[in-house]
């Protein structure tokens, strides 16, 4: 099974940037879609951005704007640019991605239960 690895966490000034991303671990014939998820204790994992094959692309409303999800086919790679990054984006985060083929629906791709695939979580803190 193909593993994803996600890297680029860490700690922070509010306003600042980060920049997650997310390998995998062997060469992949078709990723049909992928996405950042993020989760902080006690709550459900939350879905971020998400982009498929054909680069549709969707955010969540709180992080439009701030947040840019993109992906390089010749490394095989995730990024997501985190800019002017406020305390409450404080979460550990999750790469997640789709190798096997299904339909989906793009109004579901920022939700967890579309994925087979999941990275192990790199944590981003965000200090006021």
């Known amino acids: 099974q193909v593993r994803l690895v996600e890297s680029g966490g860490g700690s922070v000034q509010a306003g600042g940037s980060l920049n997650l991303s997310c390998a995998t671990s062997?060469?992949?014939?078709?990723?049909?879609?992928m996405g950042w998820f993020r989760q902080t204790p006690g709550k459900e994992r939350e879905g971020v951005a998400a982009?498929?094959?054909?680069?549709?692309?969707t955010y969540a409303d709180s992080v439009k704007g701030r947040f840019t999800i993109s992906y390089d086919s010749a490394e095989n790679t995730l990024f997501l640019q985190m800019n002017s990054l406020k305390p409450e984006d404080t979460a550990a985060y999750y790469c997640?991605?789709?190798?096997?083929?299904?339909?989906?629906?793009?109004?579901?791709?920022?939700?967890?239960?579309?994925?087979?695939?999941w990275g192990q979580g790199i944590q981003v803190t965000v200090s006021s």
């Open positions: 997640a991605a789709q190798f096997t083929p299904r339909p989906w629906v793009r109004s579901r791709l920022l939700g967890a239960e579309e994925y087979e695939s």
């Open positions: 062997e060469y992949t014939s078709t990723t049909y879609y």
């Open positions: 982009a498929d094959q054909f680069r549709y692309i």
